[in-house]
């Protein structure tokens, strides 16, 4: 028989394993989550036989409504099932508990970000609805014209308490998704490993951010917050920086053009009917920071 219940330190060997399965990811990053990220409260198991066959992370984060009011919507992670039990609902029957679970607790709503277009139509299946969307560009330094370069950037590390500041600061006023400071500290730590980091990117008297990871020769900008009329030069300055041979920045929807395509990013499923029609009457938001 299943059962579902909070994971424990023990388990970690377990997960990890199922993790790499599911996943893929290199093992310096899957220990990198279980060192720097991991906690039983936060993960959520489904056992059958002894046999760990399904799991979940509840990440706290909180959505920030355009008026400036906070609630918490965890963002559900890592759902990953054991490739033998694939198709007998064990993922369906752990969100479900999770659901009831961060309800009961008080949270008002729960995010994800589908790790595939198609599973932006399993996660509808099982109420969520899409609500975050991003700016996305694919190019390379060549495509930086020399005239988005402005010898007034500068780009320098920020502490994650600093880089908070900054993020908050830019997206006052628009509704978005805070992954908080501890957040924030965890993004650090895997953007420093990978070559990258959090990143101060000033244009003469503007002051920006930058979330900025390193694959190989690909640097991945995860976020990069600026005002779209320097969003270019801070860009080029980013790029300059590091030596890759091709780029992907992701940006709000309010970088304009500079920013790249429009593109749906995450979901969100509401347990507060009044959140519900606030959220709607906003949407799409903006989930930047999501370890994916």
């Known amino acids: 028989m299943a059962q579902i219940r909070f994971a424990r330190w023990e388990d970690c060997p377990r997960l990890k394993r199922l993790w790499k399965a599911a996943f893929g ?9 279980y060192q720097d990220r991991f906690s039983p409260q936060e993960t959520m ?6 046999a760990l066959q399904a799991m979940l992370t509840l990440l706290p984060m909180e959505t920030v409504l355009a008026g400036g009011e906070r609630v918490s919507t965890p963002c559900v992670y890592a759902v990953a099932t054991s490739r033998e039990s694939r198709g007998r609902g064990y993922a369906t029957g752990l969100l479900a508990q999770a659901h009831r679970t961060m309800e009961e607790r008080g949270d008002k709503g729960a995010v994800i970000v589908p ?14 609805a ?14 930086l014209l020399p005239a988005a370069r402005d010898p007034r950037a500068q780009v320098t590390a920020l ?12 997206l006052q006023g628009s509704c978005h998704v805070d992954c908080g400071e501890e957040g924030l500290v965890y993004q650090d730590r895997v953007g420093r490993r990978s070559g ?14 930058a979330a900025v990871e390193r694959d190989g020769d690909r640097l991945i900008l995860k976020e990069l917050l600026l005002p779209p009329a320097v969003m270019e030069a801070g860009l080029a300055a980013v790029a300059d920086r590091f030596t890759c041979r091709e780029i992907l920045l992701r940006a709000p929807l ?3 053009e500079a920013g790249g395509d429009p593109r749906p990013f995450a979901q969100v499923r509401w347990y507060d009917r009044r959140l519900a ?14 370890y994916d």
């Open 254 to 256: 309010g970088a304009g």
């Open 277 to 290: 029609q606030a959220f709607a009457g906003e949407a799409p938001g903006y989930l930047g920071i999501a």
């Open 45 to 50: 198991v489904l056992e059958e036989e002894g």
């Open 115 to 128: 790790a595939g277009d198609s599973l932006f139509a399993f996660y509808r299946q099982r109420g969520f």
């Open 25 to 33: 990811d290199e093992d310096s990053y899957i220990d990198g989550f």
């Open 130 to 143: 899409d609500g975050f969307s991003l700016r996305e560009r694919r190019l390379t330094p060549e495509e």
């Open 196 to 209: 990258g980091g959090l990143l101060a990117v000033d244009v003469g008297p503007v002051q920006g951010c």
């Open 159 to 170: 502490a994650p308490g600093e880089y908070h500041r900054r993020r908050e600061t830019l």
